[in-house]
Each structure stands twice: as C-alpha cells, then as structure tokens.
C-alpha cells in the first residue's frame, strides 16, 4: 500500500523521540488525506467532534477493506479475531458496548462500586515503596524495567485476580497485541497477522482457564465479579468475558507505563516542577493532567470509520474509509490551548484528549490517574538527585503507544 510522506512521517520511528513538530505541520490541514491513506485528523474540535458523532463508528467490520489497505481476497480484521478473541467493547459500537462496558463497569466504579479504586490507595503506595526501597544501594536504575512496568502491571493483576507469577507468559502476549495497534506500514502485514494471532489464541486459552477456576472458586477480585455479573440484561457470555478480561489486561500494561515514563522524563528535564513537586506533593493532580495533555501515552486512534458520509472542515469522508485521530496532536492545538507548547504543570482549562472523549473514553481512567499521581509523588520525594543519563532516550517502535524504551537515570541513593 502506497502512502503519503506526512503519513510515513508519523510512523517513522526517526521521529518517534519528538513528533510534535509534525503533528504543528498536520493542523494546518485539519482532516488530511494522501494516497489511498486514512483520513488523517489532527485539530483539537474536529477530534472531539467525531469522537462525539455517532456516525463514527469503531467496529473494524465497518472498514471497507480496499481503505484498510488490505488486498481484496485477505482477511478482514474481523475474521482475524475469531479464533482467539471475539472484539472487546473498545472494538465495538452501540447496542454492544453499552452493554458490555456497562457490565464491566459494575465491579469497577461508580454507581455500583465506586470505592473499589479507592480503596486500593494504600496498597498502592506500598508497592510504589517496595520498588522504590529496591533502588537503595543502587547509583543507576532503568526506570521502564525497574518500576514504570512492574507497577501498574502488578496492579492490574491484583485487580483482576490475575496471579502475579504467570506475568512472564502474557507480558509476551500483552507486547504481541500492544504492537499490532502499531500501523508501521514497514511491517510485513500476513506475518504480523499471523504473530497476533497467536498471541490472541494463546492469551485466550490462559484466560479462559483462569475464567473457570474463578467459577469455581471466586476471590474478591473483578474477573470473580465478572464471572458472577448479573444484571437486568443477563450476565456476559464465556467468549465476552475472554474479550474483556484481555482488554483490561492488555490496557492495564501498556499504558500506564508510559504515562509514568513520559512523567518522569518531563520531570528530569524540568528540575523546577521535579523540586515543586517534591515541596507539594498536591501538585500531582494537575501535573498528571498536564502530562496526559502534553505528552498523551495513546498518541492517536488509527480504528475509526463513517458509518456514512460525514461532512468536517471542508472535506467529506466516505462511508467505510479509515480515520486517524491524532488525540496527541489535538492536545497542542493553539485553538484550544493557550502556549500549547509550554509544560504548564499547572495549567487551568485542560480537557484534553489524553484520555479520548466520548462514549469510548476510558474506562481505567480513575485508577491510570491514582497510579501516575502516587508513583510521580514518591519518586519526585525519594529519589536523591535523580539526572538523566540520556536525551531523549531511546523509543519503542510503536506509534501509537508511544513512550521510552528504557529510561536510563543516575542517582546519589535515596531520600
Ligand atoms: C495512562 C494510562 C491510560 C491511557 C493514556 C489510556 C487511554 C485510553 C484511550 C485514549 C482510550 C479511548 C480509545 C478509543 O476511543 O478508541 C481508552 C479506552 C479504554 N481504556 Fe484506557 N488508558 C489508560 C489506562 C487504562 C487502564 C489502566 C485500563 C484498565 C483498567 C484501561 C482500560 C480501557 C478500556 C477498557 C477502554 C475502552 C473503553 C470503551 O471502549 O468504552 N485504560 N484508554
């Protein structure tokens, strides 16, 4: 499939460090289309506009195949999920996701628990301590393996009832499924097809025994609430359960980790904020808001498509064609923004689109946030004179996913 040079800009890893200069090149043309390439949308309301508009829909069966770039006898994406995952609700639209999500919902938040987020601070803070005690007789550690990762996954296992020991079988399969969102179109297509499929079929299988066993015998953890789930509409069927169960893991590795990263990167290279922080440890809300709007972890969504025509900023977009939303470069948007390129850690009027918008933002908001806030706080007060070994660092490949490979720092011990 041939695409366009603003296109093979953003998946370019040469650009992967700092792609803000060309997402400023992109809002001068609002809704951009090269080639037989997606819609590229790239300003902050024409974003949220169709983020808001139910003619959008994220459900890949709706992807007319010639605009997906597949040739005309392949697999649709659809067809591809079927042997190990049906779509998860991210992947679907109303009635579906409503349901779904709504299921799923019920042992997660507000109204029906609303404190289980809560309620899990102080053994959140415990395990930001005990990474962080690991750090003592240490002049270096790699932030990524020493702590962004281990964090947030350790959590999303405790959440689901996931035993942290099997983590080295689905990090695997979490990797596998994580790049495939990867749109890098250097990659040879059949055999990535092929890999995640794999990984599907496989984290399929894990779940679906784990699922079982929780039947079995229930813990107080969410997949035990998800198997046990009744509601007026009926429960979640065994192949919805797999689905989910695998979007929130899947989620809860490969997100929260760059939100921490990109946190901890800002920090180092903006020792001013690093020693508010460290003095007001209150600061880390509105500080975590300005990361996820300044340096977003999902740079953009490539899996949106019209359900029919849709009419934005002077151009029409087709029924069935692929739609990109840069959320990251929405986020810098001048229209929106003021000094969008300043890193206000205490910036007032941020709705921005770190999160998405809509009825698809998401679901695991409460928790990324706590997670982010608790673990910039302790490190900002422990860490003793924390430097940057390199800038930048080096990248993951992925594009869409983006964040620091391996964040490499200097220390004099701890606090
Ligand atoms: C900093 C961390 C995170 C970021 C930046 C992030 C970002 C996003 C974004 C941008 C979306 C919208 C996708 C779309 O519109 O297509 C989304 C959806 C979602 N997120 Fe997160 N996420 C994070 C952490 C988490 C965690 C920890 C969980 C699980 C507990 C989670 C679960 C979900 C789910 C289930 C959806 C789908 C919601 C739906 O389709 O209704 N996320 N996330």
Redesign the pocket.
Known sequence: MAHGPLLRKITDYANRADPYPIYAELRKTPVVHEEDGPYIVSTYWEIHAL?HDPRIS?DARNLDPRAAGEPDDAETEAEEDDPGLPP?????DPPE?DRL?RL?MTP?GPPHTPRRIHAMRGELSRIVDELIDGFRDRDGIDLVDDFSYPF?VT??CR?LGVPREDEPRFHTWADTLAASLDPDPEQDAAERRRVTQQARIELGRYLSELIEERRRSPGDDMLSALVAGHGPEGGMSHTELLS?AA???V??HE??V???TNGMLALLRNPDVLARLRAKPHLAVPLVEEL?RYD???QL?P??TPLSDIDIAGVTIPKGASVW?V?ASGNRDPQRFLDPDRFDPQRRDNQH?????????????P???L??QLALTALAKRLDNPRLREDPPPYRRNAVLRGPRHLPITLDGLR
């Open positions: 983020l994220s998860a609700f991210l992947k679907l996701h999500r799923a997660f947030p959590v999303i959440l989910t979007l929130l893991l989620a809860g997100t929260t760059n939100l921490i996820l977003p972890p999902v969504l899996q949106r939303l959320l689109l770190g999160f998405g918008s809509g009825i698809h933002s998401c679901f695991g908001a928790l990324a946030r997670e982010a």
